[in-house]
């Protein structure tokens, strides 16, 4: 047996690994078996794919809500000219419908991005992973200083632009109503 045990490395810097998206759990990344670091980025990997089909599952049910949306703001609009529409209990009923499927579009929407979050996120977990396994970087201060890194939080803005359900003017559902 080799009387030297194997070189340990520094921890990598845990406010770097937070800007890059991923989990401090791999601060001792450098200081893993290759063994560990192929299962970690095979796990990685399957976790991606499984989020990629419930990305795909997600963006399924909101087109199906937005076509159901879309076809009872049709039957609201019908359901408007008719005479008696200011005390019709068919348009109340539309009405919550239609206020039902853009909350569950809403929903389903902030689901997606949140699993597009995580995905960007893992990428980032594999490709930082797959360096050390190559040993493109030999450090972790080499790979903080390396200038090959995207950011690993893209789609946080993309979720703060997004409709909330108290952004949307029902101004022209309650003047007809009137």
Known sequence: M?????KAFDLIDDRWLREKGVPTEYRDAFNRSKKDLKFEIKRNTDKI??????ISELEADIRENELKKARLTGQQSELK?????KHSQELQRVTAEIELSTGIIDRKSADKIRFEQSVDNTNE??????MVLNKSVTSP?????SPIWASGDQLEDVRDNLPRVTDIDNSELLDSEE
């Open 81 to 85: 000219t008719k005479e008696g529409a």
């Open 125 to 130: 977990t594999v490709k930082m992973l797959q």
């Open 141 to 145: 201060d080499q790979l903080v200083q």
């Open 2 to 6: 080799w009387p030297f045990s194997k």
């Open 49 to 54: 794919s499984d989020s990629e089909s419930r």
